[in-house]
C-alpha cells in the first residue's frame, strides 16, 4: 500500500490554517503533535455525550465514562505490549510520571543515578530532588550515549537507577534501550526509560526492552495535552508506596490509618483528565489504523532530505550526525543566532522551534547556548522540507 500524505493531512484540520498567506508548514512535532480530525471527534463525543466522573457511579453516564477510560488503558496496554492493565498508570504526563517513580524508590544520599548528558529536564531534576548521586553518562561528539563509559560508572558505583531517554528530543537519537538496560539489571539497578518522542515514531514493546518503567507523553502521540502513561512491572509496582493520597486510591479510610487500592488505582488519586485519556485511546487507534513501519519510513525520508538540503548550505552545521535516529534536526548557522532564524522562519509560515530544548546539560556539552530545531511527523510533506531550505537560505542572505 502506498503512503497517501495528502490524504494523511486531510485528518489533520489545523494543518490549514494560514500564516502570511500561505498555508503553515508545522515542523514542532517534537514539542507536541497537531490532533487528527478522528481524535477531536471523540473527545467532544466525550465532553456532549458521556461526561461524568469514573468509578463507582452506578448511573449510565459514569458508567459510559468509566467504559471508555478503561478502554484506553487496554490500549494503552496493546501500545505499548505490557503484560496486564495492573501496570498501566495515567498520570498528567510524561513529566509527573517521572515524578512519581523518583518519589516512590527508596533513594539515600549513598545511592547513585545515572542519566545521560542527553536528558530532557524533567529526567534530571526529579531525581535531584531525591538527594541521591547523581551522575552522569556522557554523549559522543556524533550525539551518541558513550557505551565505554556507561560500562565503567556501573562497575565502579552502586548504582540503584539507570534513566534514560529513549529518543533525543534534541538530537534525535534513538539509544540502545535494550542493551543499556541489560547491563544495568547485571549491575543491580532498575532502569527508567523517558519514551516521550519515541512514542510517536516507534513500535515499542516493554516486555522486550525490558526496562522495570516506561513513561509515555500523549500529547506527542497526537492525543490531548494533560495525559501521560506510566508503565511499571507489576511485582515492582506493588512493592512501592502510593504516590499521592486521596479518592480513588484508598480501600478503606478511618481516622487513624487507610489501606490502598489494588493496582492501577493505587497510583491514581483523585480524578483524572477523562476526556483526555478517551482521546488517547481514540489517538492509538488513529496510529493502529496505519501501517506504523511505512510512516516511521516516510518521516525517515523528510529527515534524510532535510539533513541533505540544510548541509549543503554554507555555514549550517547540524548536532546530532548519527545513523540511528528519528526525525529531528537540530542546526546551527554560522552568522545567525536560533532566536532570530526561528523568528525568520516564522514570517515564512515555517513553524520549528529554538533554544535549548529543555536540555541545558547537552548545550553546555556542545558549548553552545541553543539550536535552532525542525521536527517531522508523517503529516508533513517534501514541500515543506524545501520550504524550510528556502526560509534557512533567506536567513543567511540577511546575516551573512
Known amino acids: 500500500m502506498s503512503f497517501d500524505v495528502d490524504q494523511i493531512r486531510g485528518d489533520f484540520p489545523i494543518l490549514q490554517t494560514a500564516v502570511n498567506g500561505q498555508p503553515i508548514a508545522y515542523l514542532d512535532s517534537a514539542a507536541t503533535s497537531q490532533k487528527p480530525q478522528q481524535v477531536l471527534d471523540r473527545v467532544d463525543q466525550y465532553w456532549r455525550e458521556e461526561n461524568a466522573n469514573v468509578h463507582r457511579g452506578v448511573h449510565i453516564l459514569s458508567q459510559r ?3 471508555a477510560y478503561e478502554g484506553s488503558r487496554e490500549k494503552v496496554r496493546q501500545f505499548l505490549g505490557a503484560e496486564s492493565l495492573k501496570e498501566i498508570i495515567f498520570t498528567k504526563g510524561c513529566t509527573e510520571a517521572i515524578n512519581l517513580v523518583a518519589a516512590v524508590l527508596p533513594l539515600t544520599k549513598d545511592d547513585v543515578v545515572l542519566i545521560s548528558t542527553m536528558e530532557h529536564h524533567s529526567n534530571i531534576v526529579p531525581w535531584q530532588m531525591t538527594g541521591a548521586k547523581i551522575k552522569p ?6 550525539g551518541e550515549i558513550d557505551l565505554g563509559a556507561y560500562t565503567q560508572l556501573l562497575k565502579g558505583n552502586p548504582v540503584k537507577v539507570v534513566a534514560i531517554v529513549h529518543i533525543s528530543n534534541s538530537l534525535g537519537t534513538i539509544n540502545p534501550i535494550k542493551e543499556m538496560t541489560r547491563m544495568a539489571h547485571d549491575a543491580g539497578a532498575l532502569v527508567l526509560v523517558d519514551g516521550a518522542q519515541a512514542g510517536p515514531h516507534l513500535e515499542i514493546d516493554v516486555q522486550n526492552l525490558d526496562a522495570d518503567f516506561y513513561t509515555l507523553s500523549c500529547h506527542k502521540i497526537y492525543a490531548p495535552t494533560g495525559v501521560g502513561v506510566l508503565y511499571g512491572k507489576e511485582k515492582l509496582l506493588n512493592e512501592l508506596p502510593p504516590y499521592q493520597g486521596g479518592g480513588d486510591m484508598i480501600r478503606t479510610v478511618a481516622i487513624e490509618s487507610s489501606t490502598y487500592a489494588d493496582l492501577p488505582a493505587k497510583y491514581e488519586a483523585g480524578t483524572p483528565n477523562i476526556g483526555g485519556v478517551v482521546g488517547l485511546g481514540a489517538a492509538i487507534d488513529y496510529l493502529a489504523s496505519q501501517d506504523r513501519k511505512q510512516l516511521q519510513n516516510y518521516e525517515d525520508e523528510l529527515t534524510k532530505h532535510a539533513t541533505e538540503e540544510l548541509l549543503k548550505i554554507e555555514g549550517v552545521s547540524i548536532k546530532g550526525n548519527v545513523a540511528n535516529k528519528a526525525s529531528v534536526i537540530s542546526f546551527l ?11 525568520i522562519l516564522d514570517g515564512e509560515g515555517v513553524g520549528i522551534r529554538t533554544g535549548h530544548h529543555c536540555c ?3 548545550m553546555t556539552r556542545f558549548k553552545i547556548p541553543a539550536t535552532a530545531r525542525a521536527s517531522f511527523a508523517f ?4 514541500a515543506e522540507v524545501e520550504r524550510l531550505i528556502e526560509g534557512v537560505k533567506k536567513v543567511k542572505g540577511m546575516f551573512a
Not at 553518562?137 to 556524533?142: A, F, G, R
Not at 548557522?333 to 532570530?340: N, Q
Not at 503529516?379 to 517534501?382: A, K, Q, R, V
Open 360 to 362: 541545558m546539560p547537552l
Open 137 to 142: 553518562i556522557p554523549v559522543t561528539d556524533e
Open 333 to 343: 548557522m554560522a552568522d545567525a543566532h536560533p532566536h532570530d532564524i526561528g523568528t
Open 379 to 382: 503529516y508533513n510533506t517534501h
Open 65 to 67: 465514562a468509566t467504559k
